[in-house]
């Protein structure tokens, strides 16, 4: 049985140590002989780096690694191009002196490995230099691979002004556009697309293939590659439920896996756990939503247009493009219209859509360490199904949120508070959730799956009790649309600001 590549990203050590390998060379194959000027953006710990890594051996020519793979018998190996590497995924910094520090100290790591030499202390002509000066030397255009080119950018995307000196600075790449006759190749990765930046705007011919459906598949692990390439390694394994926890990340070619959290799965003998989210550091994410109140349902349940998803300025971010762009949603349809193209937003799926909702309660209710008591009751009232221990459940969960947490902030002054907490804590739980369930007749807030039986939910904030939120669902008859299930309750909660509790709830069973 191969040994599984956890955190390998080398390519020659993958195929020499007897690692698994999903093969990709079909991917790399197509690229280079369709194009020259490549992006991709791709989620953190998706495999660019070793798809990079790949590229740069078969530009190398080193053909004994590619034996058996697609592209073995299909490239011409006595051509061997020169390749400069560029990585930014090791180190954090903060202050542009030390970016300036990094870039030279990584354009003179890629000089010791070519070959050739420069003196010069500034990156942009250093960068220059080692171009044509590579060229000069091997007699050969030069392929340029860079590795999460925006980290830089991004380890500071809550600080503006840094994160602004950062975008700026890494505006070195445009140096690639002025030596396109020294270059052969050239692809770029990262997790996010800045605008106001020369790589997008002045490198105009490259192109973006993040979305393109013939590299769908460029990163990640294809359902059918579990149960090829992976089979041993997960013999016994509850596949549908592994799909549920993992699976979901669409880019147009099969919807992918995240490889990090399936080597984890199987690493740890089948334990279902958050093994990408757990590598992470989403603070930007509560950062962000301190800036405004959003509706934390929507966020979850979004459609938004091409220019959002595309690119976005670090002086104004699109919370919805970062979390897109960062792996925490993902595409669920795309949408033509006369003028535009749409796309309709959700989490990929169990992993995310537990640990976003439990870090949205974190920020919504201040309850860290007693949210698993509330979870555990909430579910167990809609397992039985107990609509009144429910009530008692959510009664119980309002009262214990912390008296600090309102009096620092207004979030339980705006109506979408109140369903934000519910749908956070139900989503949390693992449970299938619509946050605004379209029907023909109107939009109800919530809907949730459980063992065969729906719940219909609709919020109000009132100060007194009206039966409104119970008569709205009856009125718009929204549990016609799952007549097909046989166990269907609906269930109107009234909440008050005064009172930052339920003054209102009724439910019924269709």
């Known amino acids: ?91 954090v910094v903060d ?54 080119f925006d980290k830089p950018i991004l380890d500071n995307i809550t600080n503006t002004d840094i994160s602004c000196e950062m975008r700026d600075m890494m505006d070195f790449y445009s140096i690639i556009k002025d030596n396109d006759a020294y270059i052969q190749f050239v692809f770029i990765t990262g997790v996010s697309k800045f605008s106001k930046m020369n790589l997008f705007s002045g490198l105009n011919n490259l192109e973006d293939i993040t979305l393109h459906p013939d590299y769908g598949n460029i990163c990640g692990y294809a359902h059918n ?18 799909k549920q926890w ?68 670090v002086e104004r971010i699109e919370l919805v493009a970062l979390l897109w762009q960062t792996g925490y949603l993902t595409i669920t349809e795309k949408i033509p219209t006369a003028f535009s193209i749409k796309y309709k937003l959700k989490t990929p799926n169990k992993e995310v859509q537990t640990s976003l909702n439990n870090l949205f309660i974190n920020y919504l ?23 009144d221990g429910f009530k008692d459940a959510l009664y119980s969960l309002f009262a214990s949120i912390p008296y600090t947490n309102f009096t620092n902030s207004n979030l339980h002054k705006y109506e979408g508070y109140y369903g934000s907490v519910v749908y956070a804590y139900l989503a949390s739980i ?24 729906v719940f219909i939910f609709e919020f109000k904030l009132t100060e007194k009790a009206t039966g409104n939120a119970l008569k709205q669902i009856k009125e718009k008859r929204y549990w016609e649309k799952y007549q097909d299930f046989d166990n ?18 009724e439910w019924e069973k269709v």
């Open 430 to 453: 693992g449970v299938d959730i619509i946050p605004e369930d379209i029907t023909n007749l109107g939009r109800m807030d919530l809907s949730v799956k459980l063992e065969g039986k």
């Open 246 to 313: 993992y699976n979901g990340y669409n880019y147009f070619g099969d919807k992918v896996y995240n490889p990090f959290d399936i080597l984890l799965f199987i690493s740890n003998k089948f334990d279902f756990r958050n093994y990408w989210w757990e590598t992470g550091n989403p603070s930007f994410l509560i950062d962000m939503l301190k800036t405004q109140n959003y509706y934390i349902p929507e966020l979850e349940n979004f459609t938004a247009n091409e220019e959002i998803l595309n690119t976005f300025d």
């Open 95 to 148: 202050n542009i002196e030390d970016l300036n520090k990094k870039l030279l100290s990584i354009l003179k790591d890629v000089k010791k490995d070519i070959g050739v030499s420069s003196d010069a202390n500034d990156p942009n002509i250093y960068f220059r230099e080692l171009i044509r000066k590579t060229y000069e030397k091997y007699n050969q255009r030069v392929v340029i691979l860079i590795d999460e």
């Open 225 to 242: 590659d579990l149960l090829s390439v992976f089979n041993e390694h997960l013999q016994g394994a509850d596949m549908d439920k592994v």
């Open 1 to 91: 049985m191969k040994k599984l590549p956890i955190g390998i990203q080398t390519f020659s050590e993958i195929i020499n140590e007897g690692y698994v390998y999903v093969d990709k060379t079909d991917i790399a194959f197509n690229l280079i002989s369709k194009g020259k000027y490549y992006f991709l953006s791709r989620p953190r710990r998706f495999g660019k780096s070793l798809f990079l890594d790949t590229l740069k051996e078969i530009f190398e020519g080193n053909k004994e690694l590619f034996n058996g793979y697609y592209i073995y018998d299909k490239w011409d190996w006595e051509v061997k191009y020169p390749v400069i590497k560029l990585s930014f995924g090791s180190d």
């Open 488 to 505: 269907i309750y609906l269930v109107g909660i009234e909440f008050s600001r005064e009172k930052r509790n339920i003054i209102g709830y």
């Open 365 to 387: 209710t201040g309850q860290v360490t007693e949210k698993l008591k509330h979870q555990d009751k909430l579910y167990n009232m809609l397992d039985k199904p107990d609509l």
